[in-house]
């Protein structure tokens, strides 16, 4: 499978601000820890290869020469897409990828820059994934869950990852967008079954909360989508928050699945910012779960 991944990656160093910039806050130290983290593992998921290595040299000196290459059964690329200099690419350590540098009125527009990435690859490529420049998967297998549900179920449904963050010292997995706000549901027209059940019995639910961060869709699906109006830049006539139809795929026309709670982890995406749950009032609420003051 090769794999494609377009990451939009801001941070406001000139130009106007803007009310709404999530994660981009963060310190520019902290935010450079965390992309940097980010693009690492999602070079490593895409590389070409992976090694085996021998044991330390200290323990075994002929064990330690050995390195095994094998072969992944995923390749691909990474793209950064970025807008003017708003980036902290020049203070990103051990980070390889391709850099696209165009400047848009809004930096919540910087998916539609991706979207061009994709359609200039379409042939090139199997699957097409966007992400924020904080969320990655840890899971080798995510792409390979991808290709299992397209073999079942075609491209008439799109599958969504669910998004966690960790919280505490206790490092406690935190699960967002359940549900997410008014702003950020679209109801897909299009009809389809409220749970889907794969062959290895995982159980995905139809859900009108498409936004994770991150998404990914097949050749068939990119192509069908790049048809649609409205495909390079967004629209009013969008029903969804107008900064966040950017990050929806399919524009939320065609069914969208993400695993249900039986099975929350099937499918997940890391924020690694983390700060949604370590906002203030989430984050009291969590404190008294913790610490069992609140009832569950």
């Not at 999530?22 to 130290?29: L, T, V």
């Not at 749970?195 to 639910?205: A, F, S, V």
């Not at 795929?249 to 039986?262: D, I, K, L, Q």
Request: glycine share 6%.
């Amino acid at each position: 499978m090769r794999v494609l991944v377009c990451v939009a990656h801001y941070v406001p160093r000139s130009g106007p601000r803007h009310r709404i910039e999530g994660s981009s806050q963060e310190s520019p130290d902290a935010r450079a820890v965390t992309v940097t983290f980010c693009l690492r593992q999602w070079s490593s998921l895409v590389a070409r290869r992976h090694f085996l290595l021998g044991t330390d040299f200290d323990l075994d000196p002929e064990m330690a020469g050995l390195v095994e290459p094998v072969e992944n059964a995923v390749s691909g690329s990474v793209y950064v897409c970025v807008n003017g200099d708003n980036h902290l690419l020049d203070q990103l350590s051990s980070v390889k990828v391709h850099t696209v540098r165009q400047p848009v009125g809004n930096p919540r527009h910087l998916p539609y820059v991706c979207r061009q990435i994709f359609v200039r690859f379409l042939g090139d490529y199997d699957l097409f994934v966007y992400a924020e420049d904080d969320t990655v998967p840890l899971d080798p297998g995510f792409f390979a869950r991808y290709a299992a549900f397209d073999r079942e179920f075609g491209p008439a449904f799109v599958l969504l990852p669910n998004r966690y963050e960790l919280f505490s010292a206790g490092a406690h997995k935190v699960y967002l967008e359940f549900p997410s706000p008014n702003g950020y549901r679209v109801a897909s027209p299009e009809p389809g079954p409220a749970i889907l059940t794969m062959r290895d019995g995982t159980e995905l639910e139809r859900t009108n909360s498409p936004y994770a961060g991150c998404f990914a869709v097949t050749r068939e699906q990119l192509r069908a989508w790049a048809a649609m109006p409205f495909f390079d830049a967004p629209t009013a006539e969008f029903d969804a928050n107008v900064l966040e139809q950017a990050m929806i795929p399919m524009f939320g026309r065609r069914p969208v699945y993400r695993p249900s709670r039986r099975n929350v982890s099937a499918l997940e995406v890391q924020h690694v910012s983390g700060r949604n749950s370590h906002a203030s009032t989430p984050g009291n609420r969590l404190i008294g779960h913790l610490n069992g003051t609140m009832p569950d």
